[in-house]
């Protein structure tokens, strides 16, 4: 994936290199930073359909989702054709994407 490339060097360039765990814990701070402007932006759920959440938060949660993946030397691209293989599958078998669990 050609965007984990472009993390990677940059993470690199920045001497910015962590732990898989560090990296973790940032990916979850990022997401936690979505929430926080999804559940700010609708009053807390009150207003469902007024959400709105900044695209750089999303970009930081991809950056860190892609650090993650260089740190812990997976694909990116390949776990995501997995995983839309999994659905694939599941729908297929079941008529929905979940896993039922």
Same mark, same amino acid.
């Given at each position: ?14 001497e ?18 979505? $929430?926080?402007?999804? @559940?700010?932006?609708? %009053?807390?759920?009150?207003?469902? =359909? !007024? ?5 750089d #938060? ?6 860190s989702?892609? $650090?993650?993946?260089? @740190?812990?030397e997976? %694909?990116?691209g390949?776990?995501? =054709? !997995? ?5 694939? #599958? ?12």
């Open positions: 994936m050609n965007e984990q490339d472009k993390v990677a060097s940059f993470v690199q360039e920045h910015m290199e962590s732990p898989p765990t560090y990296r973790l814990l940032d990916v979850v701070s990022e997401l936690g930073e979505v $929430a926080k402007d999804a @559940a700010e932006s609708t %009053d807390y759920g009150s207003s469902p =359909e !007024e959400v709105n959440i900044a695209s #938060e999303i970009g930081d949660v991809l950056f989702l892609l $650090a993650l993946a260089e @740190a812990t997976i %694909d990116a390949e776990a995501l =054709e !997995e995983a839309m293989a999994k659905y694939d #599958e599941r729908i297929a078998d079941s008529g929905t994407p979940s896993s039922g669990n």
